[in-house]
């Protein structure tokens, strides 16, 4: 298949999981842009959701990759023809993330009862809290949703996780606008209303979903017990020896951005709200750029199991070049359509006037977090977790965390500084991780990459 045609292949299988993964996305957005809204205390309560989503997601983001590392082990399943493998994985994907989701809400609890130690105020500490316990109780059903998305996905039965999505967003914006105002005879709970709704859809989104898959007639052939591997439990150790990895490279990442939060809480509630204004912009069009990467993934492993070499190198650019496409056409709105898109979020005009000035910088380094995410997402295809993993800690760790804090704090630069950090750290993950997907797939082995 020549690029052309592979690039159209991919938009196909991408467009659907970039919908679903806007879906999830847009449910914190709709958490942000609601508590925005609210007549009284939307600052505080703005900046207290962006630390407990911070948090939850610094932790959860490791269970999150991890079970998403499963949609290339099954396209590539599929492509040796091996229907019951694919029921195996997805039997063993759910078992991790049960065994996953258990563990990030131990962690979740341990990180609030030291919630001091993040040095926010007294009233962010009682929005926040809460909250976080809520959206953290959410974790086993997203865990749950993400492991039968991934079986689908994987067998590119990608609309079904997107339909179920939006529907889910739609029950999350309908529940945050009668729990957080207090209509219909509810009381008026605030950035707490919010978290029970997020809850609520999450397990519609794992019920439906699982309902979806184990009762259709399609899937019996897929799901049927057939052989059983020579080592106990292979699969699961398989899917935590490469997951965990995996998963660690979004934890430094993600836990550089939650510090970028901590960070501007130390220069002001004004600058903590304006900093998750445009972060939030910002990770809407970072977790579409994932949609494109799990398709990449998809395809990377297809290539492996039908031993097709030139096929890895074609999806990996047809990935990249979508994401540069696609990125770049974010960056000019974000640019042109700044100050329209900020007071999308919020009216108060000092939080206003931070985030458009933000959200310039949010502009500037799409192009490298699409890249990025992208060639992330192929290397997992490629089962490539080791050095990319040491690729990720030195970008966000030796290089954007010391950077945020010498140029936002130490030199008193201020907001602006700090998003001159993450952009840095961008810039240095996205060349070199781009650089290992070529350097990996010219050089695979394809033996290597079976499980007995």
């Not at 999830?24 to 809204?37: F, K, N, P």
């Not at 974790?139 to 067998?155: E, N, Q, R, T, Y």
């Not at 059983?228 to 292979?234: A, E, L, T």
């Not at 965390?401 to 998003?419: F, Q, R, S």
Request: charged residues 10%; contains cysteine.
């Amino acid at each position: 298949m020549s690029l052309f045609p592979k690039i159209k292949q991919t938009v196909q299988l991408a467009l659907p999981i970039v919908v679903g993964e806007l879906g999830v996305m847009l449910m914190g957005l709709a958490d942000t842009i609601q508590v925005g809204q609210m007549s009284t205390g939307a600052a505080e309560s703005l900046g207290a959701s962006g630390m407990a989503q911070s948090i939850f997601f610094t932790i959860a983001i490791i269970g999150i990759i991890c079970i998403q590392i499963v949609s290339p082990m099954i396209s590539k399943a599929v492509a040796e023809g091996d229907k019951t493998e694919c029921g195996n994985l997805l039997r063993a994907n759910l078992r991790v993330a049960t065994f996953l989701g258990l563990i990030t809400i131990l962690i979740t609890y341990i990180v609030s009862l030291n919630y001091d130690l993040f040095g926010q105020t007294s009233a962010n500490k009682a929005l926040t809290l809460p909250f976080l316990s809520l959206i953290s109780v959410s974790v086993l059903p997203i865990f749950w949703f993400i492991a039968l998305k991934s079986f689908m996905d994987g067998l590119q039965r990608t609309t079904v996780g997107m339909t179920i999505t939006i529907i889910a967003l739609a029950l999350n914006v309908f529940g945050n606008h009668i729990l957080i105002n207090g209509l219909w005879g509810f009381p008026a709970l605030g950035l707490f209303g919010s978290g029970i709704s997020t809850l609520l859809s999450r397990l519609f989104m794992a019920g439906t979903l699982a309902i979806y898959v184990f009762t259709r007639e399609e899937f019996k052939p897929y799901l049927r017990k057939g052989h059983v591997h020579v080592v106990k439990n292979v699969l699961e150790k398989n899917i935590l020896r490469i997951g965990i990895p995996s998963g660690m490279q979004g934890f430094f990442e993600i836990a550089t951005f939650g510090m970028a939060v901590v960070m501007m809480g130390w220069i002001s509630v004004t600058a903590q709200a304006a900093h998750i204004v445009a972060i939030n912009m910002a990770s809407i069009t970072y977790m579409m750029a994932t949609g494109i990467a799990v398709a990449g993934g998809i395809n990377v492993g297809t290539a492996i199991g039908e031993r097709n070499r030139a096929g890895i190198i074609e999806s990996g650019k047809a990935a990249l070049i979508l994401s540069l496409l696609f990125m770049g056409a974010c960056a000019l709105l974000f640019f042109f359509g700044r100050e329209y898109l900020v007071r999308g979020y919020t009216q108060e005009l000092p939080v206003i006037a931070i985030a458009v000035t933000l959200v310039v910088w949010g502009a500037i380094f799409q192009l490298f977090d699409g890249i990025q995410a992208v060639s992330l997402g192929l290397l997992r295809g490629l089962q490539d977790y080791k050095i990319p993993t040491a690729i990720t800690v030195i970008s966000y760790w030796g290089v954007g965390i010391p950077l945020c804090y010498y140029i936002g704090i130490y030199e008193k630069v201020g907001a602006v500084g700090i998003w001159v950090g993450l952009t840095a750290s961008l810039v240095c993950s996205s060349a070199l991780l781009s650089w290992r997907f070529y350097a990996r797939a010219k050089k695979v082995n394809f033996e290597d990459l079976s499980v007995e």
